[in-house]
């Protein structure tokens, strides 16, 4: 439970609120391979393929009616190649009936919002979703929330943007790098939803709650990792 919603944590790295039928996924960056192969940087190719596959088996396993991306859909300008622009049409044209939200990110600030005929509304951070108070939907976790009357519940955030992660194991070449869900008193943080994503491992307090993704399921994480930053 977060900010009274229920959640439904998704092995494809989405949170699915089942009372309100809405997925949330945060950081897809559609892309950004292309964006660093016009740099010259040789990377994979189909990544925005298994992103939308995985974003379609969120939609099937959960039924969900409407996705809240919680910022950064597309990564850059320079990633919006035609080929890519139209990968993700087609997916849209497939799943018509779906409501489309997009809280705007940073990338999103530079990268411009999508096409007009992807039909995804596109609004500023905090989002709120109809009947649902206690919880502000952002892409910053740490985004300013309006003002609120003095006793009133401060909603819980729900965000992305960090891109967070758990390293798992002791001996360095025995560590695994797993992406995760972080929660903590104030505030949650989604893992990536792209494919083609870095991760940054986030200081852990004594009250948080850490879920990894393993591809396949979603896990607790009772024991505090060993951390280890990005160089």
């Known amino acids: 439970m977060a900010g009274g919603a229920r959640l439904r944590l998704l092995p494809q790295r989405a949170v699915f609120?089942?009372?309100?039928?809405?997925?949330?996924?945060?950081?897809?960056?559609?892309?950004?391979?292309?964006?660093?192969?016009?740099?010259?940087?040789?990377?994979?190719?189909?990544?925005t393929q298994a992103t939308l596959q995985r974003l379609t088996e969120a939609v099937t396993t959960t039924g969900a009616t409407h996705i809240v991306f919680l910022g950064d859909l597309l990564h850059a300008a320079r990633g919006r190649s035609p080929d890519t622009m139209a990968t993700f049409a087609r997916w849209r044209q497939a799943h018509a009936s779906?409501?489309?939200?997009?809280?705007?990110?940073?990338?999103?600030?530079?990268?411009?919002?999508?096409?007009v005929d992807w039909g995804v509304d596109c609004v500023d951070e905090p989002f709120g979703l109809p009947g649902l108070?206690?919880?502000?939907?952002?892409?910053?976790?740490?985004?300013?929330?309006?003002?609120?009357?003095?006793?009133a519940e401060v909603p819980y955030v729900l965000a992305g943007h960090v891109h967070p992660s758990t390293v798992l194991g002791g001996r360095a070449h025995e560590r695994l790098r797993l992406p995760c869900f972080h929660f903590g008193p104030q505030r949650g943080v989604l893992p990536a939803f792209g494919e083609f994503t870095?991760?940054?491992?986030?200081p852990r307090g004594p009250l948080d709650q850490v879920f990894v993704s393993t591809g396949a399921e979603v896990r607790q994480i009772h024991v505090r990792p060993t951390l280890h930053l990005p160089a």
């Open 17 to 47: 609120l089942p009372e309100h039928g809405t997925l949330l996924v945060a950081d897809a960056h559609i892309g950004k391979a292309h964006a660093f192969r016009r740099l010259g940087v040789p990377v994979p190719t189909g990544t």
């Open 98 to 115: 779906l409501q489309l939200t997009l809280v705007r990110g940073n990338h999103d600030s530079h990268a411009g919002d999508p096409p």
């Open 133 to 151: 108070a206690g919880l502000a939907l952002c892409h910053h976790p740490d985004a300013p929330l309006p003002p609120h009357a003095d006793g």
């Open 198 to 202: 870095g991760t940054h491992t986030l």
